[in-house]
Antibody, heavy 116, light 107 residues
Framework: QVQLQESGPGLVKPSETLSLSCTVSGGSISSYYWSWIRQPAGKGLEWIGRIYSSGSTNFNPSLNSRVTMSVDTSKNQFSLRLSSVTAADTAVYYC??????????WGQGTTVTVSS | DIQMTQSPSSLSASVGDRVTITCRASQTISNYLNWYQQKPGKAPKLLIYAASSLQSGVPSRFSGSGSGTDFTLTISSLQPEDFATYYCQQSYSTPWTFGQGTKVEIK
């Protein structure tokens, strides 16, 4: 059974870069899209973007200029970097498998707070 | 971006009730519509994909229908563990977008 685990700092200063990684266990990272989705406290879900195992990406235009994603198939990991963060980027960040039919596997989520 | 609008935003229901949640897309999305359940402090869970296909392991009291722009999630007999927030999501074109959520509360 595929499991995902997010890791990274829980506190980031304004204007700095948020960096998170997601480790895939119980299955291969190959041949799937892998997404990042976030959720501010008490609010809805926002799709940040996705990366295919080959490295091709799609991003949400609302964040496009600040987002980079990478994949390391040798480590079964993929990563998110979000630059120039503000308080509006404070949220729970989920990594997830973007399956052929829906987002079918989710990490437990990691809370990232942007504050000085 | 495709806008997804759910209704109602919240509802109160009793155990055993039939519950219906609707989701409307701002443009046609064929059947590229998924439904998720989220409980407090937990990640969302995929319930229904491709508008009407039940994800493996999901109880059969959950069903989905619709095509084009209008979709429905139905819980045929509400159980205590079903009190949660439900989201629709379109996977027709990126950026994927979600509805604002429907919170199902105990009456």
């Amino acid at each position: 059974q595929v499991q995902l685990q997010e890791s990274g700092p829980g506190l980031v200063k304004p204007s700095e870069t948020l960096s998170l990684s997601c480790t895939v266990s119980g299955g291969s990272i190959s041949s799937y899209y892998w997404s990042w989705i976030r959720q501010p406290a008490g609010k809805g879900l926002e799709w940040i973007g996705r990366i295919y195992s080959s490295g091709s990406t799609n991003f949400n235009p609302s964040l496009n200029s600040r987002v980079t994603m990478s994949v390391d198939t040798s480590k079964n990991q993929f990563s998110l970097r979000l630059s120039s963060v503000t308080a509006a980027d404070t949220a729970v960040y989920y990594c997830a498998r973007d399956g052929h039919d829906g987002v079918d596997v989710w990490g437990q989520g990691t809370t990232v707070t942007v504050s000085s | 971006d495709i806008q997804m609008t759910q209704s109602p935003s919240s509802l109160s229901a009793s155990v055993g009730d039939r519950v219906t949640i609707t989701c409307r897309a701002s443009q046609t999305i064929s059947n590229y519509l998924n439904w998720y359940q989220q409980k407090p402090g937990k990640a969302p869970k995929l319930l229904i994909y491709a508008a009407s296909s039940l994800q493996s392991g999901v109880p059969s009291r959950f069903s989905g229908s619709g095509s084009g722009t209008d979709f429905t999630l139905t819980i045929s007999s509400l159980q205590p563990e079903d009190f949660a927030t439900y989201y629709c999501q379109q996977s027709y074109s990126t950026p994927w977008t979600f509805g604002q959520g429907t919170k199902v509360e105990i009456k």
